[in-house]
């Protein structure tokens, strides 16, 4: 089972609605961010969150941490946010490994196409 | 702030020979540098971790001796796929945790391989 699901796979919406995409995780996580990858491959930090609610332009991400359950939302969407979302989250690493003791576990992401 | 700068961003090579591939922090000093790889339609997956003047921490199943990860400033990572072969053929992707950035990370732009 994969550390980090993310709901739905595949989202198709019309310009200018709301668009919710969801993840889940099942270990204790010192922070969850979402990601923003473009066709070309290119990642984008959105959102970094330990608890709470983050909201940057039309960007709203929320996480519940004693549900273990994080959602991006995309107000007002645009055919411009057509990418995949991507939630990941940090994971302790092995105490020995030196450097940073955090590394990023992904979840398979959502493709999200907003049509004109 | 916390820009890192991949090159190349595509690159074809014959099979046998050795790519490498350059992420440079420009703005920030990069303790730590994850090195990912992501095939089509799949999750970022961790191949290694560098640390600026040590040796790599590579993940199960990442050969070591064919990828070669040097890290050997605090500004510049490199990593060489050595006799390349079709299977290799991959997007491979730079991270750097940013600086009291409490957790977040910046990524490179993408490195998208063919071997021939």
């Known amino acids: 089972k994969n550390e980090v699901e993310q709901s739905p796979q595949n989202l198709t919406a019309q310009e200018g609605e709301f668009i919710t995409i969801n993840c889940s995780y099942s270990?204790?996580?010192?922070?969850l961010h979402w990601l923003q990858q473009h066709p070309g491959g290119g990642i984008v930090s959105l959102f970094m969150?330990?608890?709470g609610k983050k909201k940057h332009g039309r960007l709203i991400a929320t996480i519940n941490i004693q549900e273990k359950h994080s959602s991006l939302h995309i107000t007002a969407s645009h055919p411009r946010d057509s990418a995949v979302y991507i939630c990941?989250?940090?994971?302790?690493?092995?105490?020995?490994?030196?450097?940073?003791?955090?590394?990023?576990?992904f979840g398979k992401g959502t493709l999200l196409t907003v049509n004109p | 702030g916390a820009v890192v700068s991949q090159h190349p961003s595509w690159v074809i090579c014959k099979s046998g020979t050795s790519v490498k591939i350059e992420c440079r922090s420009l703005?920030?000093?990069?303790?730590?540098m994850f090195w990912y790889r992501q095939f089509p339609k799949q999750s970022l997956m961790l191949m290694a971790t560098?640390?600026?003047?040590?040796?790599?921490?590579?993940e199960q199943g990442v050969e070591k001796d064919k990828f070669l990860i040097n890290h050997a400033s605090l500004t510049l990572s490199t990593l060489t796929v050595t006799s390349a072969h079709p299977e290799d053929s991959s997007f491979y992707i730079c991270?750097?945790?940013?600086?009291?950035?409490?957790?977040?990370?910046?990524f490179g732009s993408g490195t998208r391989l063919t071997v021939v």
């Open positions: 969150l330990s608890s």
């Open positions: 560098s640390n600026e003047g040590s040796k790599a921490t590579y």
């Open positions: 991270s750097a945790s940013i600086p009291r950035g409490n957790y977040g990370y910046t």
């Open positions: 703005d920030f000093q990069a303790t730590t």
């Open positions: 270990v204790g996580i010192s922070a």
């Open positions: 990941a989250v940090n994971l302790p690493l092995h105490l020995d490994s030196g450097g940073s003791n955090y590394k990023l576990t």
